[in-house]
């Protein structure tokens, strides 16, 4: 192979490297909205006679807002505590409580087991720390996120 051959080789691998870096770097991780709405899609496409797909788009702001707003009208706050699964079996998996308090005064809690990979990150990062194996977070739909 010529001198050349190796230049043009090397430069596609570069090439080729950069683009997936650029690609992976792109992709968000789970975040706490995602948790919300995997708790609570169900009960508040329901509550607001939407489409259960259209509540993950409105809690990342990815539609034109109205629902986020309606999202926000019916929502006080909602809480999630993660605890690790106990069992060797179910190391791999995180117990999510999600909580809703609504403005009405009414209330929701959900119960669910989440893979560790849909956990956000620096949630993870808590439960690895924590010597009790839990983390909490508050999520409301006016602040857009961890309180």
Not at 24 to 49: Q, S, Y
Not at 110 to 138: D, Y
């Amino acid at each position: 192979m010529s001198g050349l051959a190796w230049a043009a080789l090397a430069t596609g691998v570069v090439g080729l490297g950069v683009f997936l870096v650029r690609r992976l770097a792109a992709r968000r991780g789970p975040t706490l909205e995602d948790v919300v709405a995997d708790g609570l899609a169900d009960v508040w496409a329901h509550r607001l006679a939407v489409p259960r797909d259209q509540i993950r788009p409105a809690l990342s702001g990815d539609d034109d807002g109205s629902l986020r707003d309606r999202i926000g009208d019916l929502v006080g706050k909602v809480s999630c505590t993660f605890r690790q699964a106990q069992g060797i079996e179910r190391r791999h998996l995180v117990e999510v409580v999600v909580g809703c308090d609504y403005r009405d005064g009414g209330s929701e809690q959900v119960m669910m087991r989440v893979p560790w990979r849909r956990v956000p990150s620096a949630v993870r990062a808590e439960l690895l720390r924590a010597r009790t194996g839990e983390a909490a977070r508050i999520w409301t739909p006016a602040g857009s996120g961890l309180v």
